[in-house]
């Protein structure tokens, strides 16, 4: 832990160092989320957070609702069943050889069927899964006060919410502490003065989706404050004692603040009947001091005593404007580490606001969002146990930490790694007799002794254990941490080269019977697709298998020669050699209509719709191709991107990136999409496209965009980055899918090799360059200026450097400037 810090206090020390040309924190400003209305939806309320607690601000007529959540609170329960019915890999692959022999699919086998049905017997459960934590009800007389709207300022995390009372307009401020798990809440009028209460009632409620069978929350009071304690169970029902807990049983505690004083009393129903107030909701003290409360969200073991006691501070002006200050402070240094600034509204829009909400929903030190991230109620956030899924969501949210320069960020991913890497170890043992580690299709951030889906389909995708550690080696990449690299990446890295080599060496993935010399990667699965197949169809050599297994082979090999450590890994590195010059081709089909294309498995046509946009992996995330690729490969990348038909749902970071990789990315046609899938929350959900795949014409094509705040789709930043500066291969081309019609600059943008970019393109011109080299690594840039000879400053000395590639020598922290000599 001592050592995540240091690597993030390394990064942000670094960060510092660049030029900030760009007031990125006043472009924010201009970018506020805003509803004229009452808004009592969870998708259409504020989302606030600090990375660990989020916060959901729905508006009704008549009350202000606060929905907690937070990434480290789950329902840590998990089920690990049949472990002795599930056999090996060898025997299931042997059955599977000799029982699904020339049948319409795998389930036409009766046998085989009861086995997957074995097998995903565990995830049938409804644990484990994100618990939410309750909300905070602020009532008020509609008589007297009228509800108008909020507002949001992303630059900030404040969020408004505009009232009017006695015919003036009044504010509720909300904030999330950046510092702690704490929110804010403040009473103004117009011009932001401290006002007494507006509310007549204040209450804390139990999320409606707590289970019956865990133990029932515990209130505790005082005169100014209020709050539950909920235990959350180690073990399943059917082996936990309810009375006794358990030793390593979890817990949070909402707990509410304020500093005028909470009163029990009664209501009168409609029919005149008196009836106590619920046991959580009290009425507040109509004095004339200004309303002040505080809402803080504990959590950890349950035999932690600090859970079971309320809040001793005093909520205070003081108090508040401290908070208030310290959180600011933080939304300023996190604006600071990049920015942009573009003639395109939506598009500056769209990078903007989907930053702030990565910023609320992800940091150092707390775990690594699942699919829903850190925002739930009820059964929302809990589809698919909102859980890991290593086939590209748990992945693409953090695609975009890297260019974007908040690879501090990346952390909870690469502590995900580790947190994964016991139980892959196992799986690979225990279940393939391999080395190294086969990590999980789904995982849980609970403790795991089981492949928690290990069903023969998707949990044969073998391209899942390199795509799970390449972001370790992206990290080194655009850092250059030696440290990091050694310390947190290479293990892992290791881990996942050693399966790969033993998989692809089995007397079944190479030899006679395939008629060449080539080792191959069978049985796999391509993503979201066909899943296990009879007679092993589609299940063999898919593009992504390859594309994957090429890129954390060679950069096995890089980092051995970067860490020194050649002699050591000499064997496997001799293994991953010989593997590497016999690695299968990508497979293709001749299209009538488009011509040569890409397609993600052999024997595919060009009639395929995708889930995922598997027949460009080599592009992204396999890196091997793109703008620069020789010309026959190109014409085919285009056919392909051309004759691509994609369902939708889980494409709209994905498919964009690899266009703007290629340099084909219709940047109209791109906002289109974010339009239509935006939420009224302005979060972007996953939305059907078309049919052909798995939908049809009765779909709800909306049907995802209820089931939780999509944390993946906060990576559409990366494609605006793609399109304004790219550097995949080691070679920093600017503004290589921008129309240069358009203005626009950007400012920290990081590169590979740990450089730090500012330009600006206006008027059809790139003015200026700025450079930071924070490693002193050589820094190679696509000259932009049509092969004019081009001015480096540096330092107190000027040099001239011309040709199409610009090469500069650089020290560590050192900051240069390109302009074109005319």
């Known amino acids: 832990m001592r050592k995540t810090h240091y690597l993030i206090v390394g990064i942000l020390s670094l960060i510092s160092i660049s030029t900030h040309a760009i007031d990125s924190q006043k472009i924010a400003a201009k970018h506020p989320i805003i509803a004229d209305k009452p808004v009592p939806g969870f998708f259409e309320g504020a989302l606030l957070g600090n990375g660990a607690l989020g916060v959901v601000v729905t508006t009704r007529p008549d009350a202000i609702c606060l929905h907690f959540g937070h990434n480290n ?121 401290p006002i007494p209460s507006c509310f007549n009632r204040i209450r804390l409620i139990a999320d409606p989706s707590t289970p019956n069978d865990i133990p029932h929350y515990q209130i505790r009071e005082q005169e100014k404050s209020l709050g539950y304690f909920q235990r959350l169970p180690y073990l399943e029902p059917h082996l936990y004692d309810i009375q006794k807990g358990h030793a390593k049983d979890k817990a949070f505690a909402l707990d509410l603040t304020t500093n005028v004083s909470l009163l029990k009393g009664q209501r009168t129903t409609t029919l005149g009947i008196k009836e106590d107030l619920a046991d959580m909701e009290r009425y507040l003290d109509t004095s004339e001091t200004p309303f002040y409360a505080m809402v803080s969200l504990k959590e950890g073991l349950a035999e932690d005593t600090s859970l079971f006691t309320l809040p001793k501070e005093k909520i205070t002006t003081n108090s508040y404007i401290a908070a208030e200050k310290a959180s600011m402070q933080k939304w300023s240094e996190y604006w600071k580490c990049s920015g942009v600034s573009l003639a395109d509204n939506d598009l500056e829009k769209i990078w903007y606001r989907n930053l702030y909400f990565l910023n609320c929903s ?100 073998v391209f899942e254990t390199p795509w799970m550690v390449q972001g370790l080696w992206w990290h080194y990449l655009y850092s250059g941490d030696t440290d990091f690299l050694k310390e947190k990446a290479f293990i892992p890295m290791k881990d996942a080269v050693m399966f790969l080599v033993d998989y692809m060496s089995r007397p079944d993935a190479k030899g006679e019977q395939w008629g060449d010399h080539k080792y191959h990667i069978f049985p796999s699965i391509p993503p979201e697709l066909y899943g296990l197949q009879p007679d092993f169809k589609f299940n063999y050599d898919t593009q992504i298998d390859i594309a994957l297994s090429k890129f954390i082979f ?55 719709v995708y889930n995922v946009p598997a027949n460009m992996t080599h592009v992204f995330p396999g890196e091997e191709y793109g703008m620069n690729a020789p010309e026959d490969i190109k014409r085919r990348l285009e056919n392909t991107y051309r004759a691509h038909q994609n369902e939708g749902g889980n494409d709209i970071v994905f498919v964009n990136l690899q266009a703007a990789r290629m340099g084909l990315l219709d940047l109209e046609k791109f906002k289109r999409q974010v339009n239509y899938a935006t939420l009224p929350n302005q979060t972007v959900t996953d939305a059907v496209l078309q049919i052909g795949g798995r939908y049809n014409d009765q779909t709800d094509y909306f049907y995802m965009g209820n089931m939780g705040i999509w944390f993946e789709n906060f990576a559409l930043p990366v494609v605006i980055n793609e399109c304004l500066m790219q550097s995949y291969n080691g070679e920093i081309v ?89």
């Open 362 to 461: 992800v940091k150092a030190g707390v775990t690594c969002p699942g699919i829903f991230a850190n925002w739930s109620y009820g059964n929302i956030g809990t589809a698919w146990h909102g859980d890991y899924h290593l086939n590209y969501n748990t992945q693409q949210p953090f695609w975009v930490t890297y260019s974007s320069n908040h690879l501090d960020k990346n952390i909870p991913y690469v502590d995900l790694v580790h947190h994964l890497l016991p139980v892959s170890r196992a799986w690979a043992k225990e279940y393939y007799n391999m080395r190294g580690a086969f990590f999980p299709h789904s995982a849980y951030p609970v403790d795991m002794t089981m492949h928690p889906y290990p069903v023969p389909d998707w949990g044969w995708e």
């Open 734 to 822: 600017l503004f290589p899918n921008w129309d240069w019609k358009k203005d626009a600059a950007f400012t920290s943008l990081r590169a590979r090799g740990a450089f730090l970019i500012d330009a600006t393109l206006k008027n059809k011109e790139v003015t200026q360059i700025n450079i930071t080299s924070e490693k002193g690594n050589m820094c190679v840039i696509c000259n932009p200026w049509d092969g004019k000879k081009v001015s480096l400053s540096r330092k107190d000395k000027k040099e001239i450097l011309s040709g199409s590639k610009l090469r500069i020598k650089t020290d560590p922290g050192e900051q240069f400037v390109l302009t074109a000599i005319e």
């Open 73 to 193: 609170v789950w329902d840590i329960r998990i089920a690990e069943n049949n472990k002795e019915k599930i056999g090996t890999f060898d025997e299931i692959f042997t059955k599977a050889q000799t029982t699904l022999t020339g049948l319409p699919s795998i389930y036409h086998s009766s046998e085989f069927s009861e086995y997957l049905k074995l097998t995903a017997e565990n995830y049938q459960k409804p644990y484990p899964r994100p618990f939410p934590c309750g909300t905070l009800l602020l009532g008020f007389d509609r008589r007297e006060v009228e509800l108008l709207g909020h507002t949001l300022d992303i630059a900030n995390g404040l969020c408004t919410v505009q009232l009017l009372k006695d015919g003036k307009k009044i504010a509720l401020r909300i904030f999330t502490d950046m510092n702690k798990d704490q929110v804010w809440l403040s009473l103004t009028d117009n011009q932001g003065n």
């Open 554 to 608: 060679k950069a096995y090999l890089e980092a051995i020669q970067i860490l020194k450590i050649g002699k050591q890994e000499k064997n496997l590195a001799g293994q991953v050699n010989k593997i590497l010059s016999g690695m299968p081709a990508y497979p293709t089909y001749q299209s009538p209509e488009d011509g040569e294309i890409y397609v993600s498995v052999p024997g595919e046509t060009d009639q395929i």
